[in-house]
């Protein structure tokens, strides 16, 4: 009967501990949302969360150096850089075409 209580006994032991072990990571988890500065960020913008998630998916995922990106980068730069050279252009002929300027 001694072996039976001291079974119990360790039966015992070992469900405290594991009580404490969760109540523990429990408390790790709150802590970790609390001061997790993601979270505040997701709350703020929760679409640029998940855009900047996409992309690093699809860089992870080896989508970076495929023709498709090639692409996209073309007409991304092209995108960019058409409006800055327009801007450049239409203001050397607006300062040269002007009279007050002569």
């Given at each position: 009967?001694?072996?039976?209580?001291?079974?119990?006994?360790?039966?015992?032991?070992?469900?405290?501990?594991?009580?404490?072990?969760?109540?523990?990571?429990?408390?790790?988890?709150?802590?970790?949302?609390?001061?997790?500065?993601?979270?505040?960020?997701?709350?703020?913008?929760?679409?640029?969360?998940?855009?900047?998630?996409?992309?690093?998916?699809?860089?992870?995922?080896?989508?970076?150096?495929?023709?498709f990106t090639r692409r996209l980068m073309r007409v991304g730069i092209k995108a960019m850089v058409l409006p800055v050279a327009a801007s450049h252009l239409?203001?050397?002929?607006?300062?040269?075409?002007?009279?007050?300027?002569?």
């Amino acid at each position: 009967m001694s072996e039976f209580k001291q079974d119990l006994e360790q039966t015992r032991d070992y469900l405290d501990e594991s009580r404490r072990i969760v109540n523990d990571a429990r408390h790790l988890y709150d802590d970790f949302r609390r001061d997790n500065p993601l979270g505040h960020i997701y709350e703020r913008n929760p679409y640029a969360v998940l855009a900047a998630a996409a992309g690093v998916g699809y860089v992870l995922g080896g989508g970076l150096l495929t023709p498709f990106t090639r692409r996209l980068m073309r007409v991304g730069i092209k995108a960019m850089v058409l409006p800055v050279a327009a801007s450049h252009l239409r203001s050397l002929t607006n300062t040269e075409s002007d009279p007050s300027t002569h």
